[in-house]
T-cell receptor
Framework: ETGVTQTPRHLVMGMTNKKSLKCEQHLGHNAMYWYKQSAKKPLELMFVYNFKEQTENNSVPSRFSPECPNSSHLFLHLHTLQPEDSALYLC?????????????FGQGTRLTVV | AQSVSQHNHHVILSEAASLELGCNYS??????LFWYVQYPGQHLQLLLK??????LVKGIKGFEAEFIKSKFSFNLRKPSVQWSDTAEYFCAVNAGNTGKLIFGQGTTLQVKP
């Protein structure tokens, strides 16, 4: 148990579907992150939120839409995805978005786009 | 652009062998350095970190890493591996004191009993 919980653990969706990934952290952290982990590629940072405000969008396509209603919850809304978007999506949190803090990761959502 | 390079993609060792995994990064300013480990079926977890001070840092489970600024390196070491060390290891760099962790591609370590 990491203190960062992601749901669902697995998701299969069609290219025309709309779905959402949920992340919740119980650590009292102020920063939250979405990462994408594809096979044979490094983890890619997608979005950074600090105190509910988005501070980083790493050139992510608009078919991925993040939402951070409060410091404990982070969503990733998905629509009209492509098969190449199939990957493991990891949520992480840290005390703040400065460099000298440890990030805690959830177990991820394994997404398959068909 | 900042990047992290891990030289070994797949390492196979026998128990009690020594381990060294290479990690180099490209960034000329202040960095914070991390090694994360992902055991089979588990989440990413921190193995050790370097922010400042003694460049030789010790982490959990007997792992250590040495920051060599002149070589832009942060190699991970363990004198004697165990079967339970079988996992994927990721080097990560936070450059410029931001919240952005840049990860290497990861090294899969397989330890044979």
């Amino acid at each position: 148990e990491t203190g960062v919980t992601q749901t669902p653990r697995h998701l299969v969706m069609g290219m025309t579907n709309k779905k959402s990934l949920k992340c919740e952290q119980h650590l009292g952290h102020n920063a939250m992150y979405w990462y994408k982990q594809s096979a044979k590629k490094p983890l890619e940072l997608m979005f950074v939120y600090n105190f509910k405000e988005q501070t980083e969008n790493n050139s992510v396509p608009s078919r991925f839409s993040p939402e951070c209603p409060n410091s404990s919850h982070l969503f990733l809304h998905l629509h009209t995805l492509q098969p190449e978007d199939s990957a493991l999506y990891l949520c992480a949190s840290s005390q703040d978005n400065q460099g000298d803090t440890e990030a805690f990761f959830g177990q991820g959502t394994r997404l398959t786009v068909v | 652009a900042q990047s992290v390079s891990q030289h070994n993609h797949h390492v196979i060792l026998s128990e009690a062998a020594s381990l060294e995994l290479g990690c180099n990064y490209s960034y000329g300013g202040t960095v914070n350095l991390f090694w994360y480990v992902q055991y089979p079926g588990q989440h990413l977890q921190l193995l050790l970190k370097y922010f400042s001070g003694d460049p030789l840092v010790k982490g959990i489970k007997g792992f250590e890493a040495e920051f060599i600024k002149s070589k832009f390196s942060f190699n991970l070491r363990k004198p004697s591996v165990q079967w339970s060390d079988t996992a994927e290891y990721f080097c990560a760099v936070n450059a410029g004191n931001t919240g952005k962790l840049i990860f290497g591609q990861g090294t899969t370590l397989q330890v044979k009993p």
